[in-house]
């Protein structure tokens, strides 16, 4: 099944604006995921740390379950609450999460602390590394006899908000094989995102990337801006990113915070809601088990949902 952003954008719009919105341009330019010609270097002519790792790693340990890191900050209450709400959608799709993350200040949202039916561990990072994550992810059963909730349903996975504001090693890697990424359209958040693939691929050159767009304010500036984002990815690193849906209006998840209820239940029929879930569809399917244990290499066999 094709995967390109413009896939997606007529199920949130009216017809005639959907009509124009994924329209192509004439030469095909510009499309969501479209192979850039030619592979320029880097524009200050420099190799980032990921593509000099040519060699690949020995395969890491790998995990009970498949996990789903969430890069963010400590403190980014916005993207903290956007990948708790992708957990519940997601377990009402039928892929139970265990969410293993850092302890939140309240500020970032310690109310999701004992919300959703699906099983939750938060782990003190007090040595300022994610070496305490690592070992709840690897055993996510054990983490849970110690997380804030039993679990119910067997996870199918782990996802993990993976603090950016601590130290990552070489040992974190086997938490990098599948990375889900929040970007916008502007400088700060371009750069803040090339300079977080640039950090995850140093440490695994094999990681799989994906990216739900946010920051936006219609869904023809969603799809301009993941074209944007997947094209500068692939000519600095020579990979393609994954098309990971987008969220409008994504500011109502702060209301998820205090009302302590995900957006599903709290505003359904919102355009956040209604985009959150494709989003969350898309995740599910990409959602793929590891084959007989084996690390995925650059030339991997892709899912076919994520082309």
Known sequence: MARELRDVLHYFLDDDEGADAVAPSPDGAGAAGAEPEGRPGP????????????????????????????????????????????????????????WVAARPPVEAGSEL??????????????????????????????????????????????LMPLP?????????????????????????ERS?????????????????????????????????TFASLAEIYACRFDRRLRSQGLVLDERELYRTLTARRPLSRLLPDSRAARTLRDAAELIRDDLEPPGDGACAGPAATRPASWE
Not at 120 to 134: H, K, N, P, Q, Y
Not at 192 to 199: A, G, K, T
Not at 206 to 216: H, I, M, Q, S
């Open 43 to 98: 524009e200050d002519g420099q190799r980032p740390a990921a593509r000099a790792r040519a060699a690949p790693r020995p395969c890491a340990p790998t995990a009970a379950v498949p996990i789903l890191a969430c890069p963010l900050h400590s403190r980014d209450a916005l993207r903290l609450a956007l990948a708790w709400n992708l957990a519940a959608e997601l377990e009402q799709l039928g892929r139970p999460p265990h």
């Open 164 to 188: 950016t504001d601590l130290s990552w090693s070489d040992d974190d890697a086997p938490l990098l094989g599948r990375c889900w990424l929040a970007a916008g359209p502007s400088d700060r």
């Open 113 to 158: 602390d004992g919300c959703g039916s699906f099983s939750m561990t938060w782990i003190e990072t007090s040595r300022g590394d994610v070496s305490a994550l690592r070992r709840a992810a690897l055993e996510p059963s054990r983490a849970g006899a110690r997380g804030a909730k039993a679990m119910g349903a067997p996870p199918t996975f782990v």
């Open 192 to 224: 803040s995102f090339l300079s977080l693939c640039e950090r995850i691929l140093s440490i695994r050159p094999d990681a799989e990337l994906g990216l739900t767009v946010v920051g936006v304010a219609d869904l023809r500036g969603a799809r301009r």
